[in-house]
């Protein structure tokens, strides 16, 4: 799956700016959000159906979701089906907090670029398929032949 290290940490740029900018960088009701954030659009990525536009849409709806408001969430998502869910983040009601997050949403590549990832596939298998491989490489690959003979011949 992409890497989205870079758009958590772009998002807690505004959950915990410069102490100086309170409103403009910053703003406390963000705090608690990088993390639900990254597995918001993790997920929004997982059940675009490949579509851009309904991945925008996916992700402009992320605002909504952290204001408790959950019409628009997937119908999938807990906080759809389960009646008694309560949000595991500060539900934001700040009207400035709303407006830095859909700020910060709408500049990330992941929101302009959209197209570029909607084809997002779990990369876990291949890593595991690594890992595998290498566990059964061989160690001395690195020697050249002559040191390598002469490692074998000592093993022996």
């Known amino acids: 799956m992409a890497r989205l290290h870079w758009f ?7 959950a915990s700016g410069p102490k100086y900018k309170p409103g403009q960088s910053l703003h406390a009701q963000l705090e ?3 993390e639900a954030i990254r597995k918001f659009a993790y997920t929004a990525m997982r059940n675009c159906d490949e579509n851009a536009e309904t991945l925008r849409y996916m992700l402009a709806n992320m605002t909504e979701h952290f204001q408790n408001n959950h019409q628009n969430c997937f119908d999938q998502s807990r906080c759809r089906l389960d ?3 309560e949000p595991s983040t500060t539900v934001v009601r700040n009207d400035v907090a709303i407006r830095l997050l859909n700020d910060t949403i709408k500049k990330r590549p992941i ?3 959209a197209h570029n990832y909607t084809k997002v596939l779990l990369t876990a298998y291949v890593e595991r398929f690594n890992n595998t491989l290498n566990m059964f490489q061989d160690k001395w690959i690195y020697l050249q032949d002559i040191q390598y003979e002469f490692s074998c011949v000592i093993l022996e």
Not at 8 to 14: A, D, E
């Open 8 to 14: 958590k940490k772009q998002i807690q740029n505004v």
């Open 32 to 34: 608690d959000k990088p």
């Open 83 to 85: 009646p008694n869910y």
């Open 111 to 113: 929101y302009k670029n």
